[in-house]
């Protein structure tokens, strides 16, 4: 995967989605690049629930956001990642983590009223078992 990653730095082409998954021998990584964008980025992948929130945060102070959330694993070994690209004028975008069913329908009602919609929500387990939800919200429209 890291190959894949240079080759496509060096062509100067854009990451656009990455996945995961785990085959039972370990996780597998996947990766979608093209020429379609002129951006800065950056990914990260199998970090925690906390490694990755701290990730998003500790660079959207310096104009990063997100565009591709994911999750491999289940239970406490869920695993996520990101890529984001170094946007400081682009749209406005908050982060949501491990949102129960409930409170994701909630959320959802609350963001589009702020003008926001779901860039990614992903689905996943929390230590429990239980379903969760996390998302990246984006703006798409002015605060009414």
């Known amino acids: ?16 989605c990455r996945c995961a998954f785990d ?14 964008g002129t951006l800065p980025w950056t990914d990260s992948f199998s ?3 906390n490694e990755c929130k701290a990730w998003l945060e500790e660079r959207k102070v310096h104009g990063w956001r997100p565009e591709c959330l994911y999750a491999c694993g289940t239970g406490a070994k869920t695993l996520f990642g990101s890529i984001l690209v170094k946007d400081p004028d ?4 908050h982060a949501s983590w491990s949102l129960s069913t409930a409170e994701y329908e909630k ?3 609350v963001r589009k009223s702020q003008g926001f919609r779901p860039l990614t929500a992903v689905g996943h387990e929390d230590e429990a078992g239980a379903q969760r939800f996390s998302v990246i919200w984006i703006r798409y429209r002015p605060t009414p």
């Open 90 to 93: 682009g749209p406005a975008w």
């Open 107 to 109: 959320e959802l009602i």
């Open 1 to 16: 995967m890291q190959e894949t990653i240079k080759t496509a730095r060096k062509e100067k082409k854009h990451a656009r």
């Open 23 to 36: 085959n039972g021998n370990g996780i597998v990584h996947g990766i979608i690049v093209d020429n379609q």
């Open 47 to 49: 970090k925690t629930p």
